[in-house]
């Protein structure tokens, strides 16, 4: 079947409105992340490029464009959490965007909690958080050589999870509310059990 596709190079520019690659590979989970430099000042920021990348250990990464606080806090340091953004907790969640140099904490009205096993601040109205410790980190490759994105992997060593969300001994992603991140200037999506299916892997 013969489609008229829009078709672009990246590196030539994408001749629409707004760049669709992010709403294409997507709606991605957004990393609230959690940090604290070597003084203890705290730091909160959330990442769109954020996801999962192993059952066991499991492994969180998340990217930043840009050398920033919290690329640099988790790696002086070597923790973070990453902190579930909900549609309750999504203004307070876009407030810790801000990129100036505020108390994201404050700012947004949030409980900062110390963690369990690492030096790093949980979101304490965030109903799941991921206590992590740095395996990796690293800028990206372009062909043309580094870019000033910076990746960083952690290996969960903490979970804190609601128990209103677990159900049978199941945990409900769909009760916790949780938002993504799509395209254009602000598009965001809620899980919610009205989209859910089941597809089982064949056997």
Known sequence: MQHDYHTYEPSQGHGLRYDPISAIVGPRVIGWIGTQNAQGETNLAPYSFCNIFNYRPPIIAFSSVGYKDSVRNAIETGVFTWNLATRPLAVPMNLSSLEQPVNEFELSKL?????????????????????????????????????????VLGEVVAVHISPILIKDGVYHTAAAQP??????????????DDTLFDMRRPT
């Open 111 to 151: 409980t900062p909690v110390p963690g369990q096993m690492i030096a790093a601040p949980r979101v304490g109205e965030s109903p799941v958080s991921l206590e992590c410790r740095v395996t990796q980190h690293f800028p990206l490759q372009k062909l043309d050589g580094q870019s000033d994105t910076w990746m």
């Open 179 to 192: 938002i993504l991140r799509g395209g254009g200037p602000g598009d965001f999506f809620e899980v919610s």
